[in-house]
DNA sequence: TTTGCGTTTAACAAATTTGTCAAACATAAT
DNA sequence: ATTATGTTTGACAAATTTGTTAAACGCAAA
């Protein structure tokens, strides 16, 4: 009999969350979706049944990507080499995915009513308490300045993700060509980290 | 004769800039712009020709915002009041328009080819310029610390900004209230305040 | 009142996007 | 070679969204 192979529903897919999370393409329709994976349109429904089936599985892998990411804590004793490495998988996972916070939140947006159910539960995990548990630890150890540790880690991430996410207007702003901007955010880690540690 | 008068053209652009720039609606159809403005939605194409040519409207008014918003410098010689100027004005802009900045990277994505034109000649302004030149002169100063300019700006931006586009997910994050997550971004400004300054 | 002109509306047409289905296809097992 | 099962395709239907048109409407000037 015939193997159930076919790479082709994790090729559109993969397509798919191309478009939304790396290329920021959020109005996309299956046809383009299809293109982009190189395959025929109605293998969409015939692997998903609908295009809402297909977004779907892409928010969930998305916030199953934002999940592990919040999860993302190094088994580094030493506070400031924890950030650099949190630092690290941020950067590379907003250079890879530059969109992909910005299409659950316009997700969550389009629904407004329906709450959509995939991004209901999102919760402080269980690791994140205990980040940040950490972090006030070392806001009275001295090594950061004092305030909310949720702030701490907002700021962490503004810090990292807003240029990704407004890479296409700062470029145009700044006219910087594309070797440039990323000379700049290469540049970033350390102006990071000098912010972070007072 | 008839006065030419009808405040259903600012109506609908109206309309449409809430559900895009406060709302983050992006997807929104003639029809949901025309029933949050209370019209007809053959109005839209009355007054606009055609869905594009609004969209192309919106985003115009979204472009001089931020030409006014880069624009934006006091009359203030005290550096450091001058930055909270800014930061003020920078701070309601993103309460206001929390999804604008958005709008237009989401924008520029979707042409990716056309590079729409109204999005074309965004350039540094002169004031942003001089602006530039005033932050690496208090950097010799010592009043900030040493980087690009550009960072500092940069930096700025995003911990103005970032925590307005993202406030939907980081509610659930954290689990705030919707007064939680104003009560924590009102605590921002003091915050931003320090990070830049030292 | 009637005329003129801009505005609003509903009905309709066109365009775009999505979904369905039956037939063709591929390939491994019989 | 034939069969069985999963895959791919094109043609078609349905749904959604956008655009057009002619008629109705409102109101001020003649």
């Given at each position: 009999m015939a193997v159930k192979d076919s790479r082709?529903?994790?090729?559109?897919?993969?397509?798919?969350?191309?478009l939304?999370?790396?290329?920021?393409?959020?109005?996309?329709?299956?046809?383009?979706?299809?293109?982009?994976?190189?395959v025929n349109r109605t293998l969409v429904n015939y692997y998903f049944r609908s295009r809402d089936q297909l977004f779907d599985q892409v928010l969930k892998d998305a916030r199953l990507q934002m999940d592990s990411r919040l999860e993302a804590t190094a088994d580094e004793k030493n506070f400031r080499k924890k950030i650099e490495h949190f630092i690290d998988v941020f950067?590379?996972?907003?250079?890879?995915?530059?969109?992909?916070?910005i299409y659950m939140v316009s997700r969550l947006n389009d629904d407004v009513e329906k709450q959509n159910e995939i991004l209901t539960d999102i919760k402080k995990t269980d690791k994140l308490k205990l980040f940040l548990a950490e972090i006030e630890e070392q806001m009275k150890l001295g090594t950061i300045n004092k305030m909310p540790p949720v702030q701490f880690f907002i700021n962490m991430?503004?810090?990292?993700?807003?240029?990704?996410?407004?890479?296409?207007?700062?470029?145009?702003?700044?006219r910087y060509t594309d070797k440039q901007y990323q000379q700049m955010l290469a540049e970033r880690k350390a102006i990071i980290l000098k912010i972070l540690f007072r």
């Open positions: 082709t529903e994790q090729q559109i897919k993969d397509a798919a969350k191309k939304f999370f790396t290329e920021g393409r959020f109005k996309a329709t299956t046809q383009e979706i299809a293109d982009a994976a190189g950067m590379e996972q907003a250079r890879n995915y530059p969109y992909l916070d991430l503004s810090l990292i993700s807003y240029p990704q996410v407004m890479q296409p207007l700062l470029k145009k702003v700044f």
